[in-house]
């Protein structure tokens, strides 16, 4: 029986990646993965896909509706599906492949199967077959990600009413579609589905859109959003939906009660979170204690409270985030190598992957305001930005957040075409501890539509030029 020093459950961006930098760090490594291919549920079923049918999404509407002021005329834009989803499917097998790519040149041994944790130190693998394997290690990572979250009273057939999963997968436009949650991943599939043509409505249980998201973004994305076409149900909560004839009733109440109505769609997309997936991996059994929402209980150094048994990612506290749990599987690695891993929480960026784009990273004024800390604002507007105004794309802004007394960059938010590029530089910046007066001397090239970023700073430590 093979002995390695580390065995990793779960082959996500948080797995696979701490298993690499194990084994660049001379590690012996196994990895066993429940699904045919590795890459988790970013790779196969959320990030990857989702964004390549966001792109081709945005590339139909911007034929159909943008091209026309550019000085390009081209017949209405027929839509091919199929077509559409096979982009969608190329983009998985290459991303998929790469992972395995990865695994075998860093001579990383993979293992199909369900992944059980006997005890410390043995991990029984369950092949398709039903062949077991048990695996002897030194030391034990899960990293088995999360689930969609189910909303009780509703189930989930991922054809009429389906989970992002499904939301993928469906094979024509839907007329009505009812999304039930205004986060991220609702958002998102609701847009790819808008822009081919559903008439699309978001039911969100609280007061504002995009959750724990800067306020003052979330009231301008959702009249954006809006302007699109998509339609929102606020401070309300689906209790039912019921099939009728071909298509789907969806009772709808408001959130503190009150009297329901009943939407008509043909599918209805759940999208209300995510929750740890932990299930069949003999944690009990072996004694890895959970916390009240089912979450992996971790020191600062993601060791349960099982010798030799680790757990990073969706699993444990903290945002459910692919480049969140890459972090903790290199810093882990690390650490089990005998260096100093370190992640540093409060520089995580979030993007939506919207049209325009969503992107914050630190603190949103909500929290600034609810900590007592004195802080001072700046913001910046892409429509007064020249290569915005080029584009067309001048919907949206950056507002930077910074201590009062310090001027140290506390939190950047941003909406406009490319946000999810641009809040890197708010990333490093605070990495560093910088201010915005040091974002503001940065020479930012002219024009792009960085140059937002500088004016914002600009603004938050003096004037700006351009405002």
């Known amino acids: 029986m093979s002995q390695y020093d580390l065995v990793v459950i779960g082959t996500g961006p948080g797995g696979y990646v701490c298993a690499i930098k194990a084994?660049?760090?001379?590690?012996?490594?196994?990895?066993?993965?429940?699904?045919?291919?590795?890459?988790?549920?970013?790779?196969?079923?959320?990030?990857?896909?989702?964004?390549?049918?966001?792109?081709?999404?945005?590339?139909?509407?911007?034929?159909?509706?943008?091209?026309?002021?550019?000085?390009?005329?081209?017949?209405?834009?027929?839509?091919?599906?199929?077509?559409?989803?096979?982009?969608?499917?190329?983009?998985?097998?290459?991303?998929?492949?790469?992972?395995?790519?990865?695994?075998?040149?860093?001579?990383?041994?993979?293992?199909?199967?369900l992944g059980r944790i006997l005890s410390a130190g043995k991990v029984e693998v369950t092949a398709e077959d039903g062949s077991k394997?048990?695996?002897?290690?030194?030391?034990?990572?899960?990293?088995?990600?999360?689930?969609?979250?189910?909303?009780?009273?509703?189930?989930?057939?991922?054809?009429?009413?389906?989970?992002?999963?499904?939301?993928?997968?469906?094979?024509?436009?839907?007329?009505?579609?009812?999304?039930?949650?205004?986060?991220?991943?609702?958002?998102?599939?609701?847009?790819?589905?808008?822009?081919?043509?559903?008439?699309?409505?978001?039911?969100?249980?609280?007061?504002?859109?995009?959750?724990?998201?800067?306020?003052?973004?979330?009231?301008?994305?959702?009249?954006?959003?809006?302007?699109?076409?998509?339609?929102?149900?606020?401070?309300?909560?689906?209790?039912?939906?019921?099939?009728?004839?071909?298509?789907?009733?969806?009772?709808?109440?408001?959130?503190k009660g009150g009297d329901a109505q009943v939407l008509e769609a043909d599918v209805v997309l759940v999208a209300i979170g995510r929750r740890p997936y932990t299930e069949g991996l003999g944690l009990q059994e072996a004694g890895v204690a959970l916390d009240a929402r089912g979450r992996i209980e971790t020191n600062g150094h993601y060791a349960t409270n099982v010798p030799g048994i680790y757990a990073i990612g969706d699993v444990i506290v903290g945002p459910m985030l692919a480049h969140k749990a890459e972090d903790e599987g290199?810093?882990?690695?690390?650490?089990?190598?005998?260096?100093?891993?370190?992640?540093?929480?409060?520089?995580?960026?979030?993007?939506?992957?919207?049209?325009?784009?969503?992107?914050?990273?630190?603190?949103?004024?909500?929290?600034?305001k609810a900590a007592g800390v004195t802080y001072k604002a700046g913001k910046f507007a892409f429509a007064?930005?020249?290569?915005?105004?080029?584009?067309?794309?001048?919907?949206?802004f950056v507002k930077v957040l910074a201590d009062a007394e310090t001027d140290r960059v506390l939190g950047v938010h941003i909406i406009g075409f490319g946000a999810g590029e641009m809040i890197h530089e708010a990333a490093v910046l605070m990495e560093f501890g910088g201010s915005s007066e040091d974002l503001g001397r940065t020479c930012h090239a002219h024009p792009t539509m960085s140059e937002a970023v500088k004016e914002a700073a600009l603004s938050t430590f003096f004037k700006p030029i351009h405002a």
């Not at 096979?86 to 991303?95: F, M, R, Y």
């Not at 007064?384 to 949206?396: S, Y």
Request: hydrophobic share 40%.
């Open 330 to 368: 290199v810093a882990l690695a690390e650490m089990l190598a005998g260096q100093a891993g370190h992640v540093n929480y409060d520089v995580i960026p979030g993007v939506v992957y919207t049209q325009p784009e969503v992107a914050s990273v630190g603190k949103t004024e909500e929290e600034l």
């Open 23 to 113: 084994a660049q760090l001379g590690l012996k490594v196994a990895v066993v993965e429940k699904r045919a291919t590795h890459g988790g549920t970013c790779l196969n079923v959320g990030c990857i896909p989702s964004k390549a049918l966001l792109h081709a999404s945005e590339m139909f509407e911007e034929a159909g509706h943008g091209f026309e002021s550019l000085g390009i005329k081209v017949s209405k834009p027929k839509l091919d599906l199929p077509v559409m989803m096979k982009h969608k499917q190329d983009v998985i097998d290459s991303n998929v492949n790469g992972v395995a790519f990865l695994l075998k040149k860093n001579k990383i041994e993979p293992f199909h199967g």
């Open 384 to 396: 007064a930005n020249g290569r915005a105004r080029a584009m067309n794309h001048t919907d949206g």
């Open 133 to 255: 394997t048990v695996l002897e290690t030194k030391n034990i990572v899960i990293a088995t990600g999360s689930e969609v979250m189910p909303l009780p009273g509703v189930e989930i057939d991922e054809k009429q009413v389906v989970s992002s999963t499904g939301a993928l997968e469906l094979e024509k436009v839907p007329g009505k579609l009812v999304v039930v949650g205004g986060g991220v991943i609702g958002l998102e599939l609701g847009s790819v589905w808008g822009r081919l043509g559903a008439e699309v409505t978001v039911v969100e249980f609280m007061d504002k859109i995009l959750g724990p998201m800067d306020g003052d973004v979330s009231k301008n994305f959702q009249r954006m959003l809006k302007k699109q076409g998509m339609e929102f149900k606020l401070s309300s909560k689906v209790t039912g939906v019921a099939k009728k004839g071909k298509g789907l009733e969806v009772t709808v109440e408001p959130a």
